[in-house]
């Protein structure tokens, strides 16, 4: 079992960055991949980015491709997500979520954090 701790969430206005870290604890962290979700007032749970065991593999949804920048350390047992460029539509709760599968099966990411609430204003 893997504990997550998202922070870093706040309010930023449009066109502005926020870094997520994601801590985590627990069974041996390089044994998962990495992921951050995201979901909005009223919608459901959508994937942001990935990241393989090793940090070698990245994997993005599109509407953040080019924004967004998913990394790891391993040595600190740590997850981030660089969010630059910010729009309104960003404003969601982010989780962080860990797999022992392929960070392309999205669906199989079942350890999660709280949420850390990220808003930007127009």
């Known amino acids: 079992q893997v504990q997550l701790v998202e922070s870093g969430g706040g309010l930023v206005q449009t066109g502005g960055s926020l870094k997520l870290s994601c801590a985590a604890s627990g069974r041996t962290f390089n044994d998962y991949a990495m992921g951050w979700f995201r979901q909005a007032s009223g919608k459901e749970r959508e994937f942001v980015a990935g990241?393989?065991?090793?940090?070698?593999?990245?994997y993005y949804a599109d509407f953040v491709k080019g924004r967004f920048t998913i990394s790891r350390d391993n040595s600190k047992n740590t997850v981030y997500l660089q969010m630059n460029s910010l729009k309104p539509e960003d404003t969601a709760v982010y989780y962080c979520?860990?797999?022992?599968?392929?960070?392309?099966?999205?669906?199989?990411?079942?350890?999660w954090g709280q949420g850390t609430q990220v808003t930007v204003s127009s």
């Open positions: 990241i393989g065991w090793i940090g070698g593999t990245t």
């Open positions: 979520a860990a797999s022992r599968s392929s960070v392309y099966q999205t669906e199989t990411f079942n350890h």
